[in-house]
């Protein structure tokens, strides 16, 4: 059964986790961290998608953000899809992400 969409009206507040497959890295390096922080920030700027925080760990990612009027799934993607292609530049093969969690708060 295909999971059902979560809450995700424009100001609704997220708690996702980005997980590597397998516990792998996907966060090789500072050029990695760099290049992930620089996406989501000029994402979030294109999309009106405020992040209140973020960590960056090797094997993981955590973000809190509200999600802006495209809504949380069209945001990660474009994230998540442009992160991937990046990280291919040193030949990788397979998959590099294994979920996508998100939690929904209200304030």
């Given at each position: 059964m295909a999971r059902q969409?979560?809450?995700d009206a424009?100001?609704?507040l997220h708690h996702v986790m980005?997980?590597?497959?397998e516990g792998k890295a996907i966060l090789r390096d500072n050029r990695d961290r760099?290049?992930?922080v620089f996406r989501f920030g000029?994402?979030?700027?294109?999309?009106?998608?405020?992040?209140?925080?973020?960590?960056?760990?090797?094997n993981h990612v955590r973000l809190l953000l509200f999600s802006?009027?495209?809504?949380?799934?069209?945001?990660?993607r474009r994230l998540l899809t442009g992160y991937a292609q990046g990280f291919n530049r040193i030949p990788y093969s397979g998959t590099l992400?294994?979920?996508?969690?998100?939690?929904?708060g209200f304030v």
């Open positions: 969409a979560g809450l424009p100001g609704t980005i997980q590597g497959i760099r290049d992930f000029d994402l979030s700027k294109e999309t009106g998608t405020p992040i209140l925080a973020w960590a960056l760990l090797r802006g009027s495209p809504g949380l799934a069209l945001f990660m992400l294994t979920r996508l969690t998100s939690f929904v």
